[in-house]
Nanobody
Framework: VQLQASGGGLVQAGGSLRLSCAASGRTFSRYVMGWFRQAPGKEREFVAGISWTGGSTKYGDSVKGRFTISRDNAKNTVYLQMNSLKPEDTAVYFC?????????????????WGQGTQVTVSS
């Protein structure tokens, strides 16, 4: 599966953005999907994950209550709605796909990655 992330940009603190990740292929619904982010000089961080059907989601502690992950299997797309953005949310955001079970949180558990989209939150 090939992934294409979009929707990043520059936003003021307290604002919102919605990221999208479009997937190619006919087996999208068989992949667990995740969002990760990486800031300069930092390790890649788990942001959110969603199970095959969307019935199960998981979030990193730093984004709980502010971000929401969702998917539309008919459109082969996964979304990340980001509200109440903070300057510390500034990073390149990546979508990823995993053939695993549940909602894995480690980058090594994801086999396919998109190219990343920059999110910058100004104070």
């Amino acid at each position: 599966v090939q992934l294409q992330a979009s929707g990043g940009g520059l936003v003021q603190a307290g604002g919102s953005l919605r990221l999208s990740c479009a997937a190619s292929g006919r087996t999208f619904s068989r992949y667990v999907m995740g969002w990760f982010r990486q800031a300069p000089g930092k390790e890649r961080e788990f942001v959110a994950g969603i199970s095959w059907t969307g019935g199960s989601t998981k979030y990193g502690d730093s984004v709980k209550g502010r971000f929401t992950i969702s998917r539309d299997n008919a459109k082969n797309t996964v979304y990340l709605q980001m509200n109440s953005l903070k300057p510390e949310d500034t990073a390149v955001y990546f979508c990823a796909a995993s053939r695993g079970w549940g909602t894995p949180t480690r980058p090594v558990e994801y086999e396919h990655w998109g190219q990343g989209t920059q999110v910058t939150v100004s104070s």
